[in-house]
């Protein structure tokens, strides 16, 4: 990486391919409970389906009271070095980079963009830069209790997206570039391309995504902005 990414571009960079993996995590699990044992370790899920995490990391917790982000390797709570472990490479990462969001053990809710008083989306946003750094796409957010919101990176073979599927990738693209938070949509949509094994052309404002059965156009206007998603699927044969 020639230059060190801002916490912002981090979002942006996980952003889309983070979407379509939580949407395939909600459709694997369907209504469910979940539990966890920080100490054995053990994540499950129960309910329509019952899954038990192959491995987990515990990113931290996102509390109403302090009204902060406490990262999950300065928990003075001492959990097992196994699941705090991420948490701490990304320390590490944000501290050679320069990004306080991920270097700092503990981050206020002031300090990081959107409702500065809402935990579960201070924990999404730290959990998104996460993903970006970490290699790990699947996450779980769950309420910890009195307002508190905790954030896992979780892994299990059925949490890996199948291959690229048209209908869905253009839902991805619409849904995501026009609902989430971007900063800037075009960093966006190129990380999804390269994370989703899509080949990606760029003239100018507008971007060429090719994939198993179909092509896609997506142009952006003089501010960032969507101005047009239109996509040609291929003929078999």
């Not at 370790?41 to 389906?49: E, I, L, Q, S, Y």
């Not at 500065?116 to 924990?123: G, Q, T, Y």
Request: proline share 8%; net charge negative; aromatic share 10%.
């Amino acid at each position: 990486m020639s230059e060190s990414p801002t916490f912002t571009n981090l979002l942006d960079d996980a952003a889309l391919f983070s979407f379509e993996h939580q949407l395939h995590l909600e459709e694997v699990l369907g209504e469910h409970s979940w539990n966890v044992d920080l100490q054995q370790p053990r994540f499950g899920f129960t309910g329509a389906r019952a899954l038990t995490c192959t491995r987990f990391h515990l990113l931290g917790s996102a509390a109403p009271g302090p009204r902060s982000w406490l990262w999950a390797w300065a928990n003075p709570s001492g959990y097992p070095t196994e699941v705090t472990a991420s948490s701490a490479a990304l320390r590490d990462f944000g501290r050679r980079h320069g990004i306080p969001e991920l270097a700092s053990a503990e981050v206020p809710f002031d300090a990081l963009p959107g409702p500065a008083e809402d935990p579960a989306f201070a924990a999404a946003l730290l959990t998104e830069a996460a993903k970006a750094v970490s290699g790990h796409w699947t996450s779980y957010n769950g309420d910890a209790g009195g307002g508190t919101r905790a954030a896992f990176l979780i892994e299990h073979p059925e949490f890996r997206l199948p291959p690229p599927e048209p209908a869905r990738v253009m839902r991805v693209l619409q849904e995501g570039i026009t609902g989430l938070p971007l900063t800037d949509r075009r960093r966006a949509l190129h990380g999804y391309a390269v994370r989703r094994g899509l080949g990606v052309d760029w003239s100018g404002g507008q971007a060429r995504l090719t994939g198993p059965g179909f092509e896609a156009t997506v142009a952006f206007d003089e501010q960032g902005r969507l101005a047009e998603l239109k996509a040609t699927m291929s003929r078999p044969g």
